[in-house]
T-cell receptor
Framework: GAVVSQHPSWVICKSGTSVKIECRSL??????MFWYRQFPKQSLMLMAT?????????EQGVEKDKFLINHASLTLSTLTVTSAHPEDSSFYIC??????????FGPGTRLTVL | QKEVEQDPGPLSVPEGAIVSLNCTYS??????FMWYRQYSRKGPELLMY????GNKEDGRFTAQVDKSSKYISLFIRDSQPSDSATYLC???????????FGKGTHLIIQP
């Protein structure tokens, strides 16, 4: 149980384009989903927290207009990186949590912006 | 001072040895403490979850939390080459939902 999937697993795009990453909880309903970013040899940094049906809460320093998060159902959250630039290249990882339980992480999406 | 400090290693030990991994933290509001294992280019996998101070054992893994010292540990007994990975400590508390991670320790178990 507690399986979280992400799609795509990797993506390469041109600078200025937008990229959408999906995060799904496969065998449970996730009341809360989280998006993290991990640069090489660095730790995971929380970008935003989203609850189903409400607006995401962004961490300080994360541009909400650049990183659009939608949590339309209890099993799906999406992160859209708008007008991506090379400095946005990173490993994006989502996690999902049922009410009161711990977070389970997806396998991550490696984004490379050329 | 970062909220969570963790030695990035690498830590290299022979197979069968007992491994000790540690994190220190500064935020006294943290109440929930976790250890994750992450293989290269993969998402973190939850290994241990503890609440407040104390010990918790699960198979070859033992997690310890000392809130008075703001210090947590993960012990791995009878280490195996398959245990080679990056181990991340994480914690939360004070009303925050998201996790604060350490940098991760790169562990290498030599056959």
């Amino acid at each position: 149980g507690a399986v979280v999937s992400q799609h795509p697993s990797w993506v390469i795009c041109k600078s200025g384009t937008s990229v959408k990453i999906e995060c799904r909880s496969l065998d449970f309903q996730a009341t809360t989903m989280f998006w993290y970013r991990q640069f090489p040899k660095q730790s995971l940094m929380l970008m935003a927290t989203s609850n189903e049906g409400s607006k995401a809460t962004y961490e300080q320093g994360v541009e909400k207009d650049k990183f659009l998060i939608n949590h339309a159902s209890l099993t799906l959250s999406t992160l859209t990186v708008t007008s991506a630039h090379p400095e946005d290249s990173s490993f994006y990882i989502c996690s999902a949590r049922e009410m009161g339980n711990e977070q389970f992480f997806g396998p991550g999406t490696r984004l490379t912006v050329l | 001072q970062k909220e969570v400090e963790q030695d990035p290693g690498p830590l290299s030990v022979p197979e069968g040895a007992i491994v000790s991994l540690n994190c220190t933290y500064s935020n006294s509001a943290f109440q929930y403490f976790m250890w994750y294992r992450q293989y290269s280019r993969k998402g973190p996998e939850l290994l241990m979850y503890t609440y407040s101070s104390g010990n918790k054992e699960d198979g070859r893994f033992t997690a310890q939390v000392d809130k008075s010292s703001k210090y947590i540990s993960l012990f791995i007994r009878d280490s195996q080459p398959s245990d080679s990975a990056t181990y991340l400590c994480a914690m939360r508390g004070g009303g925050a939902d998201g996790l604060t991670f350490g940098k991760g320790t790169h562990l290498i178990i030599q056959p």
